[in-house]
């Protein structure tokens, strides 16, 4: 059973990874001033297409809260750490809310797309998210 459970979580990623790799990938570069509590984007993600929220600046284990809705159970959103190629968090699995630390710090991705399936059919959804920057632990 555990097989396969891990062979389907590995073929929903490996779908996903292809939706991303064809579409057009839109880039939106995310600043925080110091104080600022978070901004709200409101945009629409089509067929294949994808849009990466690159998080500049993100302090040494600062925390980040990100969150998603959309009028489409099937779109989602992965963020990656600063160094990494592979998501920290996948949105088709965990779920529309992350909550994270970054030790070290750098430029966080929050990559929106859609499930396969629907991307591959050309569909147009609408989407909310909300990234929210969190306290730096004192040193």
Same mark, same amino acid.
Do not use: M, S
């Given at each position: 059973m555990r097989t396969l459970v891990a062979k389907l979580a %590995?073929?929903?990623?490996?779908l996903a990874a292809a939706a991303q790799?064809?579409?057009q990938v839109t880039v939106q570069y995310v600043d925080f001033p110091k104080g600022y509590e978070g901004r709200t984007y409101t945009r629409a993600v089509k067929g294949e297409d994808a849009c990466d929220y690159l998080v500049r600046n993100v302090e040494d284990d600062?925390? %980040?809260?990100v969150t998603i809705s959309s009028n489409n159970e099937s779109v989602f959103f992965d963020v990656f750490d600063p160094k990494g190629t592979n998501p920290r968090f996948t949105g088709w699995k965990d779920g529309e809310h992350f909550a994270g630390r970054f030790p070290g710090g750098g430029t966080v991705k929050v990559r929106v797309y859609q499930r396969y399936d629907i991307a591959a059919r050309n569909e147009t959804a609408?989407?909310?998210m909300t990234i929210v920057p969190g306290d730096?632990?004192?040193r």
């Open positions: %590995l073929c929903g990623l490996a790799a064809r579409g600062q925390k %980040l809260d609408n989407y909310t730096v632990p004192a």
